[in-house]
């Protein structure tokens, strides 16, 4: 029997899809490309904006329209928050949340068996549990993921994830332990700690906290690089913020959602910080670590932005010289607070407030780039001409194509410095 995924959304999303494909791969499935026949196609699907979910729904129409004989599994946070509309697509055969899924391999065969749509979508407001994977190699990723706990308690008033993922859920430390030492054994040399709100990780576990997760991590013999995809402000303790700074296995980088840079603004997003606690944090980080590179993400035409908010977030963006901003205009999420807010702004405003913020990120990466002299590097993939990766500090880069550099970590010089193709030349290979 052969199966396809098609994943859209966040790295959680990639490493859940890894997750089940592991089962079926223990089945006896063998994995083709959504492009392929397959017998089985799985979708994944995003729910992050309304364009998220009109984004799965073309896939699933495509697939369903490709391949009408072939079983459709939509799982994941659209499917959760509204498998009504996907159980009209006709050619749908299993719809499942993001509950418990590992029972998709079961479903697939009960499918098979009784020929009849089968729906698996039930509330996860109470959820307690955190689901149990297992992923030891990627398919299609050089860096390894690894999903340390879902859901979120934040309810950002713009956000629809806390209803499509329920309660922040710690995956068991010792479960973690054991898939990173896994990882190490297969070859990967960075894995990157993911979740839902990685930051909120033990803040459900008795005598157990993020920075104990992160400590016993560093002592995994053999592990080259950790990296946190992305974490809270005021969830950057002083320990952990002292255990980056002393533990050479750490990315020297993090990535630190900002959101919005004028306090009426981060008010009404309900995120727990002022930019003055912000600016502080930030400040006290690279006091300890200097040449930190530290990105974020910011949402651009929140409702009721006026043009004093906007120029107040610039002025903040640029006392922090972030190395790389996440631009997203504000989308409006149907089902979340900030929806139903009156002041939505005109999308002509806000794209031309993206557009400024995009040329204030192309200011603040050429001067962090034109600092780096030298930069660790992850070498993933090549095309014809040049060999690429990812410096710990984020910066993508290139060299000549040289493919024996995959996955090898290389301490490399800068050549050019233009922050959209960072040339640079290899010095030592480190691992
Ligand atoms: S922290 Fe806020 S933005 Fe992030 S998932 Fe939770 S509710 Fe959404």
């Given at each position: 029997?052969?199966?396809?995924?098609?994943?859209?959304g966040?790295?959680?999303?990639?490493?859940?899809?890894?997750?089940?494909?592991?089962?079926?791969?223990?089945?006896?499935?063998?994995?083709?490309?959504?492009?392929?026949?397959?017998?089985?196609?799985?979708?994944?699907?995003?729910?992050?904006?309304?364009?998220?979910?009109?984004?799965?729904?073309?896939?699933?129409?495509?697939?369903?329209?490709?391949?009408?004989?072939?079983?459709?599994?939509?799982?994941?946070?659209?499917?959760?928050?509204?498998p009504?509309?996907?159980?009209?697509?006709?050619?749908?055969?299993?719809?499942?949340?993001?509950?418990?899924?590992?029972?998709l391999?079961m479903?697939?065969?009960?499918?098979?068996?009784?020929?009849?749509?089968?729906?698996?979508?039930?509330?996860?407001?109470?959820?307690?549990?955190?689901?149990?994977t297992?992923?030891?190699?990627?398919?299609?990723n050089?860096?390894?993921?690894?999903?340390?706990?879902?859901?979120?308690?934040?309810?950002?008033?713009?956000?629809?994830?806390?209803?499509a993922?329920?309660?922040?859920?710690?995956r068991?430390?010792?479960?973690?332990?054991?898939?990173?030492?896994?990882?190490?054994?297969?070859?990967?040399?960075?894995?990157?700690?993911?979740?839902?709100?990685?930051?909120?990780?033990?803040?459900?576990?008795?005598?157990?906290?993020?920075y104990?997760?992160?400590?016993?991590?560093?002592?995994?013999?053999?592990?080259?690089?950790?990296?946190?995809s992305?974490?809270?402000?005021?969830?950057?303790?002083?320990?952990?913020?002292?255990?980056?700074?002393?533990?050479?296995?750490?990315?020297?980088?993090?990535?630190?959602?900002?959101?919005?840079g004028?306090?009426?603004?981060?008010?009404a997003?309900?995120?727990?910080?002022?930019?003055?606690?912000?600016?502080?944090?930030?400040?006290?980080?690279?006091?300890?670590?200097?040449?930190?590179?530290?990105?974020?993400?910011?949402i651009?035409?929140?409702?009721?932005?006026?043009?004093?908010?906007?120029?107040?977030?610039?002025?903040c963006?640029?006392?922090?010289?972030?190395?790389?901003?996440?631009?997203?205009?504000?989308?409006?999420?149907?089902?979340?607070?900030?929806?139903?807010?009156?002041?939505?702004?005109?999308?002509?405003?806000?794209?031309?407030?993206?557009?400024?913020?995009?040329?204030?990120?192309?200011?603040?990466?050429?001067?962090?780039?034109?600092?780096?002299e030298?930069?660790?590097?992850?070498?993933?993939?090549?095309?014809?001409?040049?060999?690429?990766?990812?410096?710990?500090?984020?910066?993508?880069?290139?060299?000549?194509?040289?493919?024996?550099?995959?996955?090898?970590?290389?301490?490399?010089?800068?050549?050019?410095?233009?922050?959209?193709?960072?040339?640079v030349?290899?010095k030592?290979?480190?691992?």
């Amino acid at each position: 029997m052969n199966i396809a995924f098609h994943t859209l959304g966040c790295k959680v999303n990639t490493y859940e899809t890894e997750s089940v494909w592991t089962l079926f791969e223990q089945a006896g499935y063998t994995r083709v490309k959504p492009s392929e026949y397959a017998d089985v196609y799985v979708i994944n699907t995003c729910t992050v904006t309304n364009q998220g979910d009109a984004k799965s729904r073309k896939v699933i129409r495509q697939l369903i329209k490709k391949n009408p004989e072939a079983i459709i599994a939509v799982m994941g946070c659209y499917a959760q928050i509204d498998p009504d509309t996907i159980r009209a697509i006709d050619g749908v055969d299993i719809i499942i949340g993001t509950k418990q899924r590992e029972r998709l391999v079961m479903l697939v065969e009960e499918y098979r068996r009784k020929r009849q749509q089968i729906e698996e979508v039930t509330d996860v407001s109470r959820y307690r549990v955190f689901d149990e994977t297992h992923v030891t190699h990627f398919t299609e990723n050089t860096r390894a993921f690894l999903k340390i706990q879902d859901g979120c308690n934040n309810f950002c008033s713009y956000c629809i994830i806390p209803f499509a993922r329920g309660p922040v859920r710690s995956r068991d430390p010792k479960s973690v332990l054991q898939e990173a030492a896994d990882l190490v054994r297969n070859g990967y040399q960075e894995i990157v700690l993911t979740g839902i709100h990685t930051g909120g990780y033990g803040t459900d576990l008795e005598n157990y906290s993020l920075y104990q997760l992160l400590q016993d991590l560093i002592h995994i013999e053999g592990l080259n690089r950790l990296r946190i995809s992305s974490i809270e402000i005021n969830e950057l303790t002083d320990d952990i913020i002292s255990l980056i700074a002393r533990s050479k296995q750490f990315a020297n980088h993090l990535h630190i959602p900002l959101q919005s840079g004028s306090d009426a603004i981060l008010q009404a997003m309900r995120r727990k910080y002022t930019t003055a606690q912000f600016q502080q944090r930030i400040q006290e980080i690279r006091q300890k670590i200097p040449n930190i590179a530290i990105t974020t993400d910011v949402i651009v035409g929140f409702p009721g932005e006026t043009d004093d908010h906007f120029l107040e977030m610039k002025e903040c963006i640029k006392t922090m010289a972030f190395s790389e901003l996440h631009v997203f205009p504000y989308s409006k999420r149907n089902g979340t607070k900030a929806a139903l807010l009156s002041n939505q702004i005109n999308g002509v405003v806000k794209s031309i407030r993206v557009n400024e913020l995009l040329q204030l990120n192309e200011e603040l990466a050429t001067n962090y780039i034109a600092q780096q002299e030298e930069l660790s590097v992850l070498f993933e993939t090549s095309d014809d001409q040049y060999t690429y990766g990812h410096s710990d500090t984020y910066i993508y880069v290139k060299t000549p194509r040289n493919t024996t550099l995959h996955n090898q970590i290389v301490t490399c010089t800068v050549v050019t410095k233009n922050y959209k193709d960072v040339l640079v030349k290899i010095k030592k290979v480190e691992q």
